[in-house]
């Protein structure tokens, strides 16, 4: 049966999400013009994709997520499977304690599998059970029941964030005081300094694009991707991101950039690595590249937002910035300042800021945390994130919508980087080659790899 190319972007586009496009930029770059770029086209063959006693499970988890999804239209981030499987979640829209009875039936029918021999598949089955798990608990959250931060972290994305306090904090806000001496407060006088290296509004597209095609061009010397793998980039507002990946089949992506606020140079590369290369774009394509059409693992053609998936999904793509720009300040310096109209002078002292400032990105976790535990407000949460964030107040309300709509999911940015990057050195070896940790990361995109396998 043909791929149906489901997302809950696409599907809801002219009533959920009524994007206001600022510019569209279609980014078509074929891979034929690579020339020696290694890459590999769609397996026509397929001698892995042997019957299994899970396929039928793996089905049935496919299409609780997609009931599930009848409930909470942010949950299916990304269908690709068969259209029909699709059309009859749709038609049935099952009640929530009917897929929370199916979801627990179908966690002891896995269950009952033996652990097999053969380590890529005894990791399928623990996938399986670990994103059943995962799902159970969305369904008792959509059905009314509240968690704690931790508790719904760990229920929902298998990790919890052990927890961060002000002491650690106003050690990094310090180390700034002295890189920008001046009058005001740290926050102001931060949004002062970064204010100087926004990217002009007319400059924005001719940035990212290049950008984008040199992650691209990097992280193709390390991961084979299939021939026709391709994205179209787009510019939207009104939303309380700073980026997204619609995932759409055969090696495709919409790559999204919100331009609400003024972009900062640095925010090129984040998000044309973490969206794009060797991000959230990669990992889709690596995964329905190697589990499903080589395998047949059809519970891979799915992708549930709230579950363990999305931990290694955010952490590897924030990974993903540190290996693919190493060099990012000689970058910055060399290429994107001068294609901005920047100063090229001042890049040492602003990627020494940002490095700083990225060490407070913990701030965001214990907000969120007493904020959704009702131990701090909202009005207190955003006076949080300007002082201890160092976000300008616009930024700090921007990310208090995002704690709103996608509460303890912020554990997965850093937390999940954290873990990636740990278990890509330990694993890699001491001395590693950049090589070598290329290798071990792209083996940790390829394989159905959960938070419990970081570790």
Request: glycine share 6%.
């Amino acid at each position: 049966m043909a791929p149906f190319v489901y997302n809950r972007g696409y599907a809801m586009l002219t009533t959920f999400r009524r994007v206001s496009l600022l510019a569209l930029a279609s980014v078509l770059l074929a891979c034929a013009t690579r020339g020696a770029t290694p890459t590999s086209a769609p397996s026509t063959e397929s001698p892995m994709k042997t019957p299994s006693v899970l396929d039928s499970s793996a089905e049935q988890y496919v299409k609780l997520v997609l009931a599930v999804g009848q409930h909470d239209a942010d949950y299916v981030d990304a269908y690709y499977g068969p259209e029909a499987w699709a059309k009859e979640a749709e038609a049935a829209k099952l009640p929530l304690p009917v897929i929370g009875e199916r979801t627990a039936a179908l966690v002891k029918q896995v269950e009952a599998v033996p652990v097999p021999g053969d380590a890529l598949v005894a990791m399928r089955r623990r996938f399986l059970l670990t994103q059943l798990s995962a799902l159970g608990a969305r369904v008792r959250m959509l059905s009314g029941e509240t968690l704690k931060f931790d508790e719904e972290s760990q229920a929902l994305y298998a990790a919890r964030d052990p927890g961060h306090t002000e002491a650690e904090f106003e050690a990094v806000l310090a180390e700034l005081e002295r890189l920008v001496p001046s009058q005001g407060s740290l926050s102001e006088r931060v949004e002062r300094f970064r204010k100087d290296f926004v990217i002009p509004v007319e400059k924005l597209d001719a940035v990212f694009r290049a950008a984008i095609e040199e992650s691209r061009r990097r992280t193709l010397k390390h991961v084979a991707l299939p021939a026709h793998e391709t994205f179209t980039l787009e510019y939207v507002n009104n939303k309380p991101w700073g980026g997204y990946n619609w995932f759409k089949g055969s090696a495709k992506s919409v790559i999204q950039i919100n331009t609400d606020l003024p972009l900062f140079i640095m925010r090129a590369i984040d998000l044309a690595a973490h969206e794009g290369y060797p991000g959230h774009h990669v990992y889709n394509a690596l995964l329905e590249q190697h589990l499903v059409h080589e395998r047949g693992w059809v519970e891979f053609s799915v992708y549930p937002l709230f579950s363990p998936m999305s931990l290694i999904a955010e952490g590897s793509a924030n990974h993903g910035i540190e290996l693919a720009f190493p060099d990012a300040e000689a970058y910055l310096r060399d290429v994107l300042f001068p294609l901005a109209g920047l100063d090229p002078k001042r890049a040492a002292d602003y990627v020494r800021m940002e490095e700083l400032t990225e060490k407070l990105s913990y701030v965001v976790n214990e907000v969120a945390r007493r904020y959704l535990d009702g131990t701090m407000s909202r009005e207190e949460g955003r006076d949080w994130l300007v002082r201890y964030g160092l976000l300008s107040p616009e930024r700090a309300t921007q990310r208090m919508a995002f704690i709103d709509h996608n509460r303890s999911y912020v554990i997965n940015y850093n937390l999940g980087r954290d873990m990636v990057k740990q278990y890509v050195e330990r694993k890699a070896g001491s001395g590693a080659s950049h090589e070598r940790r290329w290798e071990v990361f792209r083996e940790l995109l390829s394989s159905p790899a959960l938070p419990a396998d970081l570790r």
